[in-house]
């Protein structure tokens, strides 16, 4: 490739458009603002483009001038731009619109920012069968969409399929683009018995369309077959010096098995790439439809660990079939070969770069008997001597053998080729028509195990066996896979399973384990589910994940140290947090104020939502009556006192007698004083 991306797949390559470009900066259609270049091919230059109508950018390809300046050209562009905008599929670039601004052909599309998978090619390949069906699916599920609308590619290379990232969920998004240009270029009417040119990459062409120039969706079967041997290999199965001679290859040579160049790989994987890129195109599938069908039985058969699977790989590989004659599969076959050998050798000069064969081309095609070369009449030969008559005896017996070899060979024709008939294509259609097609056809139809399906609604048909266009015993039966609709499941309800329980249910149910997350539950035990992300019954695909959220039972709860401080306030936030106080019990206190704690239990530490904690809540100090010691002895009235609790100060009065007796107490009799609080007696 050049250093700028093919202009087939726009997905931003970042490529700066020299500065005399005349299309930046223009307003094409008066709606869509050009930028800068982000890529160019062979037909066409795509720019960064703003739509100034919407406030959206987008990616606008222009065809080059002497494509566009052609009003055939032209006209068929824009009706394959109408058919591909009509195409509605979620690995499919969008097509927006498309106009002529004074002769300026243009296409307005999605802008797929991120890489192409080419770049996967380079940087992974060869890489194992699962990751490359994996790539391979949503290309083959596009295709699949096209040609049940009519659409052929004619163009699937690796440099069409674009792969960009989600900014928040990171998930990969695949999309085709360029579907109905190709098809434009190389429509019928550029094919004439004077010979023609195809548009097309040579690497991936089918061999009829290097013959003949035309071809059907099995063109594009092809084609997928070859990414798949480049993914699986990281090499293409046809090399080069020109694309002639790649061209020369898909006509005379079948794909190699891509176990001949990495051995692990099953033989039903190499089964599946010689089905899709036989050179007799009916030994192909009928479409990508039914392609899609044959890898998903092989992704399930990796899946599973399957090493080989002799049924499976029977089932693929394709039937020793005649070649059909426009197309010759060996040098030595009796059709005529389209490729002279003296022209050959003019044709095949050496390409300027050694990765021509990636660009679309345009090569000859020898599709018609009058384009092939004639041979010049010679002199006349000169005349041979008759020879002598043969006895009638090796007359008779060379009827003979001729007899023997005619009742042998038309036995063989009968057991071997007559017998059978061809398999109708039904897919898509509903169970009820396909069994009429296959009813009036001669054959039986056998209702097989429903299968899944995200392109086929539910009760149509998805898949035959045999497969469409393949060979079957007149009067024998064909079995109908028909669609279940989209593969969707449930997220189940979780909550009060054990992990390991719920991680079972999701399995059972074709669902993934994604993330684990813990959190603090006072319902929930610990170690057992909570709830799920998403949510209980959220749809999803099958593999999709599912997060589960895992109980580490309740939360312990810090108490704290309440001592001295205000018990209202202490239980009011202990009760926030989820404990429940008991401050029932009461005492006097001569040191912690009145509503205070005096004590509390437990201490410290932790304790779990519901559990208690218990205050002592002080009533202040104990206070006691002053009882009446007045005209007592001094002795007397110490002792009562202290009985009571008091200390006992003695003091004389200012007029003492010595008599000894109280004549007066501070505080005075009835007083209610806190228990040891001292009692001043004066004596007289």
């Not at 052909?105 to 060869?126: N, Q, W, Y």
């Not at 192909?284 to 899609?292: C, E, F, N, Q, S």
């Not at 599912?546 to 309740?554: A, E, R």
């Amino acid at each position: 490739m050049q250093s700028d991306r093919h202009a087939d797949g726009h997905a931003r390559a970042g490529a700066a458009a020299p500065p005399s470009d005349p299309v930046i900066g223009r307003l094409l259609d008066g709606r869509y603002r050009i930028g800068a270049r982000i890529a160019r091919g062979g037909m066409a230059s795509v720019y960064e483009a703003t739509d100034i109508r919407l406030d959206r950018t987008v990616a606008v390809k222009v065809m080059h001038p002497g494509l566009g300046d052609d009003d055939e050209f032209a006209a068929r562009f824009v009706r394959e731009a109408r058919s591909a905008a009509r195409l509605s599929h979620p690995n499919v670039v969008a097509v927006f619109d498309q106009g002529d601004d004074d002769g300026i052909v243009f296409l307005a599309m999605e802008l797929v920012e991120g890489h192409t998978l080419r770049d996967v090619i380079r940087k992974e390949s060869p890489m194992v069968p699962a990751r490359a069906l994996a790539l391979l699916e949503p290309v083959v599920s596009a295709l699949a969409a096209a040609h049940r609308a009519g659409l052929v590619h004619r163009d699937v290379k690796p440099e069409n399929v674009l792969i960009a990232t989600d900014p928040h969920s990171g998930a990969s998004r695949i999309k085709v683009a360029d579907f109905g240009l190709a098809k434009a270029v190389s429509a019928d009417t550029q094919h004439t018995a004077t010979g023609g040119v195809l548009i097309g990459t040579v690497s991936y062409l089918a061999p009829e369309l290097v013959v003949d120039g035309r071809a059907d969706a099995r063109a594009d079967v092809y084609a997928v077959g070859v990414v798949l041997y480049e993914l699986l290999t990281g090499s293409k199965p046809h090399e080069g010096e020109s694309p002639i001679q790649v061209a020369y290859k898909h006509v005379h040579e079948d794909v190699p098995p891509p176990s001949r160049v990495v051995p692990e790989i099953p033989a039903y994987v190499d089964a599946l790439v010689a089905r899709a890129t036989a050179r007799d195109r009916g030994q192909r599938p009928a479409d990508a439809a039914v392609l899609l069908h044959q890898l998903h039985r092989v992704s399930q058969a990796l899946a599973e660990g399957v090493r080989d699977d002799p049924e499976l790989t029977a089932d693929l590989a394709p039937m020793l079939l005649p070649v059909d004659t426009r197309v010759p599969s060996r040098p030595g076959d009796t059709a005529a070969d389209p490729w002279d050998a003296a022209e050959m050798a003019a044709l095949m000069t050496p390409a300027t770069s050694p990765r021509e064969a990636d660009r679309t081309t345009a090569i000859p095609t020898y599709g018609h008997p009058e384009a092939l070369p004639r041979p010049v009449p010679g002199p006349p030969l000169p005349r041979t001597p008759r020879r002598p008559r043969r006895s009638k005896r090796g007359l008779i017996l060379l009827v003979l053998a001729l007899l023997v070899a005619a009742t042998a060979g038309g036995s063989a024709w009968w057991f071997g080729y007559a017998r059978y008939t061809t398999t109708p294509g039904v897919i898509g259609m509903t169970r009820a028509d396909a069994v009429q097609k296959l009813e009036g056809a001669g054959l039986a139809a056998r209702i097989g195990e429903p299968a899944y399906s995200e392109t086929v609604g539910v009760g149509r048909v998805i898949g035959t066996d045999p497969d469409p266009s393949s060979r079957v015993l007149d009067g024998g039966t064909v079995t109908l896979t028909v669609s279940l609709g989209k593969e969707r499941y449930d997220v189940p309800r979780l909550h009060g399973l054990t992990e390991v329980a719920a991680q079972q249910k999701l399995m059972d149910l074709h669902l993934t384990v994604g993330t684990r997350a813990e959190r603090w539950s006072d319902t929930v035990p610990a170690g057992k589910v909570i709830g799920s992300a998403p949510k209980v019954g959220t749809t999803l695909r099958p593999g999709a994940a599912v997060d589960l959220i895992v109980s580490k039972g309740p939360q312990p709860i810090r108490i704290g140290n309440w001592v001295g401080d205000d018990a209202a306030a202490a239980k009011q936030e202990l009760e926030a947090r989820g404990l429940v106080v008991d401050d029932d019990q009461q005492d006097y206190s001569d040191t912690v104020p009145e509503g205070a704690v005096i004590s509390q239990s437990p201490r410290g530490g932790f304790l779990f939502r519901g559990e208690t904690v218990t205050f002592v809540v002080s009533q202040g100090p104990e206070l006691v009556e002053v009882p009446n010691v007045v005209a007592s002895g001094v002795d007397d009235a110490r002792r009562e006192l202290e009985a009571r609790g008091f200390k006992v100060e003695v003091k004389n009065t200012s007029g003492y007698l010595g008599l000894g007796y109280v004549f007066s107490t501070d505080p005075g009799h009835g007083a209610m004083v806190p228990k040891g609080s001292t009692i001043t007696l004066y004596l007289v």
